[in-house]
């Protein structure tokens, strides 16, 4: 029986997500059980995968770097994530199944349907009880990532337009689930929008 919360951060490149999830992390702990984890490269055999999904200099097709994502997705759940839940762990997680819908599929254009029915399959049906999306408009965005970018943030301008427009997207599908943050916002303002949220849940 599932005990703990699972909560995950998504937005484009660049979006503040990881400076917020530290910052909720430290916030919460010691009194609460709090695992930080990430997708690509929790650990271990993710690791070996992200290395090739951000620095690989090759070609991977759109399909195949989807199928990547997943199987790093495969081993972090049943690895890390499904354990921390069932000791009655908070996990909070650097991008999950969102991030191949919006990337994968708003960005690259792979098919909607058949990226859900893939992620479903990695995850083994197990749902985020809550993501938040820190939506900030790209050209933010991009400044912040600067110009050491890695392998997905060369992918231009336009595809991350699109991957916003996905996520947001997304969090009209599943308002339940998925909330939007204005990350436009300073660090400070953010992350107290951020405890809004969290708060009533824990
Ligand atoms: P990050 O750790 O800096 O967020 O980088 C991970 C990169 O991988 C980022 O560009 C988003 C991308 N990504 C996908 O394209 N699809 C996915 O399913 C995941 C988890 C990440």
Same mark, same amino acid.
């Given at each position: 029986? *599932? ?13 503040? *997500? ?11 702990? @010691? ?5 930080? #984890?990430?997708? @690509? ?86 749902? @985020? ?19 050491? *970018?890695?392998?997905?943030? #060369? ?44 708060? @009533?849940?824990?």
């Amino acid at each position: 029986m *599932k005990k703990g919360l699972f909560i995950t951060f998504e937005g484009a490149d660049g979006c503040g *997500k990881t400076t917020q999830l530290n910052r909720l992390a430290d916030y919460l702990t @010691p009194a609460k059980a709090i695992i930080k #984890t990430r997708e @690509p490269g929790a650990k271990g055999l993710g690791e070996k995968l992200r290395e090739i999904l951000l620095n690989y200099d090759g070609e991977i097709a759109p399909r195949c770097e989807s199928f990547l994502f997943l199987a790093d997705r495969a081993q972090h759940i049943e690895q890390i994530v499904k354990p921390a839940i069932n000791e009655g762990k908070i996990v909070l997680c650097d991008r999950h199944t969102d991030s191949t819908v919006a990337y994968q599929g708003y960005g690259r254009g792979l098919d909607l349907n058949e990226i859900n029915y893939l992620n479903n399959l990695a995850t083994g049906g197990l749902k @985020p009880d809550l993501t938040i999306v820190f939506d900030v408009d790209i050209e933010t965005s991009m400044t912040r990532v600067g110009t050491e *970018k890695d392998r997905m943030e #060369t992918a231009g301008i336009e595809f991350f337009n699109r991957v916003r427009n996905g996520y947001l997207e997304i969090a009209k599908q599943e308002p339940e689930r998925v909330k939007v943050l204005n990350a436009a916002k300073s660090i400070d303002e953010v992350f107290s929008d951020l405890l809004n949220i969290i708060k @009533p849940l824990i």
